[in-house]
């Protein structure tokens, strides 16, 4: 087979007239040559950092859309699946990866659970991370996110990372906000990237200091435009990632569209495409093909090196997708799920107070970070109620791994005038986690959720509607395209009722993310990201 084009040879920091020819799933040359073809042939893209679950689709589904944006490999964190099921869940992403084109590297979830202070649905130890990282199929340690245990020296994290060294396997990292003596403490540990930068003097010294920087634009974190100007000076050490995706983002574009953003500021775009496809391949030793004579025939023909419309996308010399059509075939695979809770009443969501002030989550549209800021209570028959006229709304997360009390607290900027949302996709441990106006709704939407083993839905008094998710409780059987369709009349149905946020269920998915401040709610109760311990709702 032979594909002509303008080759980009972003390691030589050159374009030619040219053609490659692939044998089986290799390239067997490289090589100038006279043609009238005005496309252009860059190396694939590689996500640096994502996880799938997010996208609410399995590996294969998540595949099947993200090669028709040129995207030829993933270095993806099976975190959240392994927070519900351990290791049989990571067991679960890799086998059904296998079954496609797309080459998705696995890390070996580094804390689940996340923390102490929330109930997860399984445990991965130093033990069971050091028959991981034996495993060939399993490439780095993934994000290290109890960074307060590195420079604690906690003995079972600094065993975990000693496990990623004895495999000279690389070791991610997530600090948001660490800096100076600490952030070289963790740098110290064998800690190598960080995709949590917010902030560009944040990322200047990460980098400075030896770390690779992931810029991150998700779903819910958007943090290119605070990077990019890092970018030019620093194309060798940074790369490009999702972290998390949503199906409906999925659909309109991964990792390609960062290259336009990148390009449309006047970077170079040698710089670009070695962040979007040569770093991630040299920094975790992916087998992915970089357009040399000898690589893996993974490459993509685009029309231009502005917008980056993919024509072709080819994965070990497979021509995997054309024009917008996907050629990935949909893969048959078992449901796995953990789902122990029955249902709830109303009662369960009250809070019984007479205290005038309580502490809020005040959300933040496109952060991980939230404030933690005191309002003024509203208080009926005894009961802590939601305050639409304030936009203090009640929330809750509901444990789906037993039976428990649920936890209690309250949110600003959710927005809500009816109803209530409710996900079982709540970062990290994946428990039930709703927003509504009142106790009812609240109790309407949690139900649904436990109904149906896992989901994202909406309800109102006349309306519902859910997304069902029953494999983990986090993903789909169905396939993206009818999962991204639903999710956005999903996601409509919420700003109808009144959010104004740009993805009202991501921002709700990390509200019981206790590792990123300033503070959240776990299913143990309300947390207090900065002293990094529990704290009461009421204010004395």
């Not at 933690?372 to 639409?388: D, F, K, R």
């Amino acid at each position: 087979m032979i594909i002509q084009g303008n080759i980009v040879d972003i390691q030589n920091r050159t374009i030619f007239k040219g053609e490659i020819e692939v044998k089986g799933d290799k390239i067997i040359d490289v090589r100038e040559s006279n043609h009238f073809n005005k496309n252009y042939i860059i190396p694939g893209f590689v996500d640096a950092h994502i996880h799938i679950e997010s996208a609410m689709v399995v590996p294969s589904e998540f595949a099947k859309i993200a090669v028709v944006h040129g995207t030829v490999a993933t270095v993806s964190d099976p975190h959240e699946v392994a927070n519900v099921l351990g290791v049989k869940g990571v067991d679960f992403m890799i086998e059904n990866g296998k079954q496609v084109p797309l080459k998705f590297n696995f890390g070996a979830p580094s804390c689940v659970p996340a923390t102490s202070f929330e109930s997860a649905g399984a445990i991965i130890n130093a033990d069971d991370i050091k028959q991981m990282m034996e495993n060939p199929d399993i490439k780095y340690l993934a994000e290290m996110m109890n960074y307060p245990g590195v420079l604690f020296d906690d003995e079972e994290v600094l065993a975990k990372i000693q496990h990623a060294k004895n495999n000279h396997k690389p070791i991610d990292g997530h600090a948001p906000g660490l800096r100076g003596k600490d952030v070289s403490k963790y740098i110290a540990a064998g800690i190598s990237t960080d995709h949590e930068c917010f902030s560009f003097e944040e990322a200047k010294e990460k980098l400075e200091k030896g770390m690779k920087v992931l810029i991150r634009e998700g779903s819910a974190a958007k943090n290119f435009e605070a990077l990019i100007a890092l970018l030019p000076d620093n194309f060798e050490k940074m790369m490009f990632c999702s972290d998390d995706k949503h199906p409906d983002d999925l659909l309109l574009g991964h990792i390609n569209q960062l290259c336009e953003r990148a390009v449309a500021k006047g970077i170079d775009v040698f710089k670009v495409l070695q962040a979007a496809c040569v770093n991630p391949v040299n920094h975790y030793n992916l087998e992915v093909g970089l357009l040399q004579k000898n690589d893996f025939a993974d490459f993509i023909v685009v029309d231009n090196l502005k917008h980056f419309n993919v024509l072709e996308t080819y994965i070990n010399g497979e021509l995997v997708a054309k024009k917008g059509v996907s050629f990935v075939k949909h893969v048959p695979f078992e449901i796995v799920n953990n789902f122990s809770t029955s249902a709830k009443t109303v009662k369960d969501f009250k809070f019984e107070s007479s205290s005038s002030k309580i502490k809020a989550i005040e959300a933040l549209d496109g952060e991980l970070v939230t404030n933690n800021i005191e309002v003024a209570s509203l208080i009926e028959n005894g009961n802590l109620v939601s305050n639409t006229a304030t936009d203090v709304l009640k929330m809750t997360v509901v444990n789906r791994y037993k039976n428990a009390n649920p936890s209690i607290a309250f949110i600003k900027n959710f927005g809500l005038k009816e109803g209530a949302i409710a996900s079982s996709v709540g970062h990290d441990s994946h428990n039930i986690i709703a927003v509504g106006v009142s106790d009812e709704m609240i109790c309407k939407a949690v139900n649904l959720i436990i109904k149906n083993r896992g989901g994202v839905c909406a309800v109102t008094t006349t309306k519902e509607k859910i997304v069902s998710l029953p494999v983990a409780g986090i993903m789909s059987d169905k396939p993206a395209k009818e999962i991204g369709e639903a999710y956005a009349a999903l996601d409509k149905m919420a700003k109808e009722m009144g959010s104004q946020l740009k993805a009202p269920y991501m921002s709700l998915s990390f509200m019981a993310l206790l590792v990123i401040p300033s503070l959240k709610l776990s299913d143990k109760g309300l947390f207090d990201g900065t002293s990094f311990k529990f704290t009461s709702l009421e204010v004395e």
